[in-house]
């Protein structure tokens, strides 16, 4: 079974240009989540998605950061304009649908790296 | 939770020996919670879970322990291998987090030949 896909794995840029990341979850795979992981810390969960709706975007710097995943499958996440604190990975991990009112694994892509300058 | 930046608790561990990596979580309302190892470049990578009605859960050279009443997590690796060095996060989740999952900072976990 193939895992989460990401690209780019790597991305340089200066502040105030504009990014995109790019993933794909396993196949079958309905909720889809973005977190942002700060060298040394533990990921942040930016957003959430299930299926095509945003479940959770509660930690989603909205004036900057947007997201979509339009037919339920692939999602893009975007930075615009970029600030030098944006520099992190960005991770994508997906899960299966949920049962019963639990919370299931997620597991996660090998994300990119994003440096802002 | 508070940064831990580039300073991440270290485990320095002899080859053969047996690891135990430990970890305070916050919400007692927590119902899920779970280990991933993370390499290098590289995504955290599943290892182990366990739900709230379990307090163990072994799996190949790796056990889970939970205790509930001082909410504390802990991850035991049999017999260390070069290969076990990594970040190692642990995580928790649940309905009353609307089962988000909630990282803790990570240890670092350094095999020694």
């Known amino acids: 079974e193939a895992g989460v896909a990401q690209s780019p794995r790597y991305k340089i840029i200066e502040k105030r240009q504009s990014v995109a990341f790019w993933c794909n979850p396993i196949s079958g795979h309905a909720t889809l989540y973005w977190y942002q992981q700060i060298l040394g810390q533990g990921p942040k969960l930016l957003i959430q998605f299930q299926n095509n709706g945003v479940v959770d975007d509660s930690q989603l710097p909205k004036d900057r950061f947007s997201a979509e995943r339009l037919k339920g499958v692939d999602s893009t996440l975007k930075i615009q304009p970029a600030k030098l604190e944006d520099s992190a990975v960005y991770l994508c991990?997906?899960?299966?649908?949920?049962?019963?009112?639990?919370?299931?694994?997620?597991?996660f892509g090998p994300g990119t790296r994003l440096t802002v300058l | 939770g508070e940064s831990v930046g580039l300073h991440l608790p270290t485990l320095s561990v002899q080859e053969g020996d047996n690891s135990i990596i430990n970890c305070a979580y916050s919400n007692s309302a927590s119902d899920y919670f779970i280990w991933y190892k993370q390499e290098s470049g590289k995504g955290p990578q599943f290892i182990i879970d366990?739900?709230?009605?379990?307090d163990k859960r072994q799996g190949q050279r790796v056990t889970v322990l939970l205790n509930k009443t001082v909410k504390h997590l802990s991850l035991q690796i049999a017999a260390t291998q070069p290969g076990d060095s990594a970040v190692y996060f642990c995580a928790e989740g649940g309905k009353a987090a609307g089962n988000k999952l909630t990282f803790g900072g990570g240890t670092r976990v350094l095999v020694k030949p």
């Open positions: 991990a997906s899960s299966p649908t949920k049962l019963a009112g639990g919370t299931d694994t997620q597991y």
């Open positions: 366990i739900r709230s009605n379990m």
